[in-house]
């Protein structure tokens, strides 16, 4: 559960950060548009275990012992890591479809009252964007909480797959493997029973809205 909150909290950040760095059309953040965009293709295009495998044992295997903080050589941090990359990607085409639903309209309207470019980014299209795309949002944060289980593969035994994997090899008892699926499963039911409630509430007030 921490490296999953952590995680989530970092795709956050990452994935808007990367969203908006593709929607600036300046000509002067072209290098920085680009750099967006390969960082989506690629890491969208790649499975998220095999970054894992090579971040988990590719980094510890170029680094020379002594020059970096044991901590950041950590299985979980470097899964962590790992993941952040691939849901970043993933995110951001989230957020980046959210900002493209917002009629051309309201940033205009922004920008008659006075408003920077930002200034309407910041306080017209992204709270708009941000709640549209809430539904999806949630959607990925249950498939990062199951991709979770995959750092086991770098032999962090701090992720509930691996204590019950470690369990079970060693007493012949396969319980803790349905203990870690319940587990599982309090976290990802209540986050859909969550997505279904918001898309309806969605539907209600557009519906509304068209009524209006």
Not at 123 to 141: E, G, K, S, T
Not at 186 to 194: D, E, G
């Amino acid at each position: 559960m921490k490296l999953f909150i952590v995680c989530e909290i970092l795709v956050l950040i990452l994935g808007l950060t990367i969203a908006v760095s593709r929607g600036v059309r300046s000509p002067a953040f072209f290098p920085l548009r680009l750099f967006a965009t390969v960082y989506t293709d690629v890491f969208r295009g790649l499975p998220v275990i095999l970054v894992i495998y090579a971040i988990g044992f590719g980094v510890p295997a170029l680094v020379t012992p002594g020059t970096v903080p044991s901590w950041m050589l950590d299985p979980a941090v470097l899964g962590g890591f790992a993941l952040v990359l691939c849901y970043s990607a993933y995110v951001a085409e989230v957020y980046r479809a959210g900002i493209d639903s917002v009629h051309p309209s309201q940033r205009a309207a922004a920008r008659s009252l006075g408003l920077t470019n930002a200034q309407a980014m910041r306080f017209v299209v992204l709270p708009q964007a941000v709640r549209r795309v809430i539904p999806p949002l949630l959607n990925d944060f249950i498939a990062l909480t199951k991709d979770v289980a995959l750092v086991s593969i770098l032999g962090a035994s701090v992720e509930a797959f691996r204590q019950a994997q470690i369990y079970a090899a060693s007493n012949f008892n396969y319980t803790p493997l349905m203990a870690a699926a319940l587990l599982y499963l309090s976290v990802t039911i209540p986050l859909a029973r969550i997505v279904d409630h918001l898309q309806t509430r969605d539907q209600r007030l557009r519906g509304a809205g068209g009524a209006v």
